[in-house]
């Protein structure tokens, strides 16, 4: 938690610095470790990417001479390594897998080149298909600074031969509540199969991610937008306990250890009948040598008090302002996240693995729609219908749905997760949970209430 603690304060010292560079240490130019042909890469470790680590000699090196050296970690672990990467400037690595939440703060910081001037002259890349709301949240004061590899909002996904076998039909804009009630009739439906798989796992990029989109619909939020804290308020607290009672009555086993990939084996593996998560999933669900290909059905994320409640998140592409290989990384990137790079996973990994939710143009693609048709609609309408700057029942003082865009969040939302995955392994009380992180937000509220004072 130091570490994660530490490199966050990096980031807020450091933006709040860049005003003048001169005066903050680690902004040398840096050289990058790789040699002229190659570059280094830093990235997340979800299967598009392991996909993409493979397909790269072969599609890419083999024609460009550009050898591109892979660092492949856990996504707590790389999010730590490319916050103090990007803030020292160390240029050790030429491209990082950033999200929609720390562009916007790293453009701010100048950690990031801007790619407007690739874009003018790669007219093949077609910067207009990538979807609006993507192209926006990759921005910062009208200059791109990412690239989504893919896109993602959330949605629940369901066994529908388990729900049927139980008589239980799922709704069309299922509520939370009748989520709860699906997930008790379900558990146990078959040895060992637990009723819904919900993120316990530590982390602001972990169980965060789906229970801030429950507390927004809950009512809760964070912050009220005059930066009051409000983590013990009455909407957290009754989506945290909701949240938290619904995991261990009828969740996954290990739960307060269990992040993405471990409810996706889960769900893959007929150990959990539901999982409410990214629409990412959806292609590792629908592959070839998923046992559970087919069986798959797909609700918009569960509501309470709002219409809508999923988020909207990109693992994209970004370049290092200290990277000395700038021209190849381009190029890199912009295969990476290219029509035809889309195409070629089609052909050698299968369509369904495809890294979609970033372009308009895979969802006409008919090769795509034909084993992506159960969830190419429901993604795109999560897509398009999340609403970053008003994801809730009140005006909140940052934009962000799963998270607040502001450079504080990783340490805050770190370690307020840490106390909520304590709650769910029974080792500390929800009340007690949201005290400490009520503690904890108000000091990161205070700040911004000085400054908006001076």
């Known amino acids: 938690m130091r570490g994660r603690l530490r490199t966050a304060l990096v980031i807020a010292t450091a933006v709040g610095c860049v005003a003048g560079l001169s005066a903050c240490a680690g902004w040398g130019g840096g050289a990058s470790a790789g040699g002229q042909g190659s570059i280094n890469v830093l990235m997340v470790n979800n299967p598009q990417m392991i996909d993409l680590q493979k397909l790269t000699p072969k599609y890419f090196t083999k024609k460009t001479g550009i050898q591109v050296n892979f660092t492949v970690l856990p996504e707590n672990d ?88 139980k008589g239980v039909t799922m709704p069309a804009h299922p509520t939370w509540q009748q989520v709860a009630d699906i997930a008790a009739k379900v558990d146990k439906a078959k040895p060992g199969m637990a009723g819904i798989c919900l993120r316990g796992q530590p982390g602001w990029g972990q169980i965060f991610a789906p229970l801030t989109t429950v507390v927004n ?121 290219s ?41 795109v309408k999560a897509i398009r219908g999340a609403r970053p700057n008003d994801p809730g029942v009140q005006p909140r003082p940052a934009p962000g749905i799963q998270f607040v865009d502001i450079p504080e969040f990783p340490a805050l939302g770190t370690q307020v997760s840490q106390y909520v995955s304590s709650a769910i392994a029974g080792q500390m009380s929800v009340s007690e949970a949201l005290r400490r992180g009520q503690a904890l937000a108000d000091d990161v509220a205070e700040t911004y209430r000085t400054r908006e004072e001076k």
């Open 78 to 165: 790389v999010r730590d390594k490319i916050s103090q990467e990007f803030s020292s400037q160390a240029g050790l690595y030429d491209v990082a897998t950033l999200s929609n939440f720390e562009i916007p703060i790293y453009a701010k910081a100048g950690w990031m080149a801007p790619m407007d001037g690739y874009l003018a002259k790669d007219k093949a890349f077609d910067q207009k298909d990538i979807f609006p709301a993507l192209r926006q949240a990759l921005s910062a004061d009208g200059k791109v600074y990412g690239e989504p590899f893919y896109g993602e909002s959330s949605f629940l996904m369901y066994r529908k031969d388990i729900l049927k076998s």
């Open 217 to 337: 619909t809950f009512g809760g939020t964070w912050f009220s937008k005059d930066w009051q804290a409000k983590v013990d308020g009455p909407g957290f607290t009754k989506a945290t306990k909701f949240y938290v009672d619904l995991v261990r009555k009828h969740g996954e086993r290990g739960a307060a250890q269990a992040g993405f990939t471990e409810c996706l084996n889960d769900l893959i593996q007929g150990h959990v009948a539901m999982w409410y998560d990214a629409t990412s999933a959806a292609g590792s669900l629908e592959a070839k040598t998923s046992p559970v290909r087919g069986k798959i059905g797909y609700a918009p994320a569960p509501v309470v008090k709002t219409k809508s409640s999923g988020w909207l998140y990109s693992w994209a592409w970004a370049i290092q302002e200290a990277s000395t290989h700038k021209d190849a990384s381009w190029k890199f990137i912009s295969w990476a996240s």
């Open 339 to 379: 029509k035809e790079y889309e195409r070629l996973v089609g052909k050698e990994v299968g369509w369904s693995s495809v890294p979609a939710g970033k372009r308009e143009s895979t969802y006409k693609n008919k090769n795509y729609l034909k084993v992506a048709s159960a969830f190419a609609n429901p993604t």
